[in-house]
């Protein structure tokens, strides 16, 4: 399984294009996700350019929440692919998205692959069995990353917290997960390294990030 970061506030590689917002590419079990768009198309597209990956094999596009800065590049990337779109129940209605999937409750989406369901009446995760456990993808953890963390944990033992974990500073939560790689919106990244240096990943666009899968 690899996650590449497509779009966030940092550069992990040079040639690429930073920006505020949030997007990653998915390759597990022969599927490719994309989780949230970022805020501008272009950019978004550019990185993907740079980093090879086509927008045309594209299977699925999972929206954590409607925010400009997670959806900002869906009408473009749509334009390009006809592929399904997970997004969150109360996710208003927009006239360019003709595929999407309406995400309540807790689902399974596909074998290996589950949403939370909408938390906080507002933002789903993706949750994918990996070797051992489960690997969390956060857009920015408005429900709480104890929330998501404990809904994630009806499938496996959470391994991975990968994506934006906005203002979360209850570092014990994540105690029992091996690595941790905070993106786009966390506030207490700093933090975070210094209590949990051995599982803190430094991220940022270019991250490529790679997960054993299941046998």
């Not at 949230?36 to 999972?62: E, Q």
Request: aromatic content about 12%; charged content about 25%; glycine content about 10%.
């Amino acid at each position: 399984m690899k996650v590449t970061v497509i779009y966030d506030n940092r550069k992990f590689a040079d040639d690429l294009i930073s920006d505020w917002g949030f997007s990653c590419f998915i390759e597990a079990y022969g599927k490719n996700y994309l989780f949230d768009t970022g805020s501008n198309a272009g950019i978004l597209l550019d990185n993907m350019k740079k980093l090879k990956l086509d927008k045309k094999k594209i299977d699925v596009i999972f929206i954590s929440h409607p925010h400009l800065d997670h959806t900002g590049g869906l009408k473009k990337v749509l334009e390009k692919c006809k592929c399904k779109v997970y997004i969150p129940y109360s996710f208003p209605r927009l006239s360019y998205v003709k595929n999407a999937v309406r995400i309540e409750k807790f689902t399974m989406l596909e074998e290996n692959f589950y949403s939370t369901g909408e938390l906080g009446d507002i933002e789903q995760s993706l949750i994918i069995k990996i070797k051992g456990g489960v690997a969390i993808i956060v857009g920015c953890g408005h429900p709480g990353i104890k929330r998501i963390i404990r809904v994630a944990s009806e499938v496996g033992r959470p391994l991975w917290l990968i994506g934006g974990l906005h203002g979360f500073n209850d570092f014990d939560a994540v105690k029992d997960i091996d690595y941790v790689c905070p993106l786009h919106s966390t506030f207490f990244a700093s933090e975070l390294k210094s209590i949990y240096p051995e599982k803190f990943i430094y991220g940022g666009v270019g991250k490529v990030l790679q997960i054993e899968e299941m046998d």
